[in-house]
């Protein structure tokens, strides 16, 4: 084992110990018609160029729904606050009707709970 040892300590001496300079060699370079990514890089690419496309069509879906969302809100808010101020002039005094539910934080025609909460009192009911 000792031999073994010894051998390899001479032989990484000699290598330090040697000033030659190495002449380069001159390395084939390959055709560059043969050199192609191949099947597997063509594969990679497309799986994700795929993937990339898909996320991006979920992502335009989302932000549409979420357009539409907002739309509709404002649509129905808009139509709330119209019954609720054609309610205002049109009923005078009164409290009742199928509107003025909504203004003491009931049912509105529309089918929703009013604009949030319930409304001031009219200026004639004071």
């Given at each position: 084992m000792m031999h073994v040892a010894a051998a390899h300590l001479t032989t990484a001496f000699?290598?330090?110990?040697?000033?030659?300079?190495?002449?380069?060699s001159v390395a084939p370079t390959p055709d560059p018609d043969s050199v192609t990514p191949g099947i597997l890089g063509f594969?990679?690419?497309?799986?994700v160029t795929l993937g990339a496309?898909?996320?991006?069509?979920?992502?335009?879906?989302?932000?549409?729904?979420?357009?539409?969302r907002q739309q509709a809100?404002?649509?129905?808010?808009a139509e709330v606050a119209a019954a609720a101020a054609a309610a205002g002039r049109s009923g005078g005094g009164k409290r009742g009707g199928s509107i003025g539910g909504a203004?003491?934080?009931?049912?509105?025609?529309?089918?929703?709970?009013?604009?949030?909460?319930?409304?001031?009192p009219d200026d004639d009911s004071l």
């Open positions: 000699l290598w330090l110990a040697d000033d030659s300079t190495p002449t380069p594969v990679i690419t497309l799986g496309v898909a996320l991006i069509i979920d992502m335009v879906r989302r932000i549409r729904r979420v357009n539409l809100k404002e649509k129905v808010d203004r003491s934080g009931g049912g509105s025609a529309l089918g929703g709970s009013g604009s949030g909460g319930s409304l001031p």
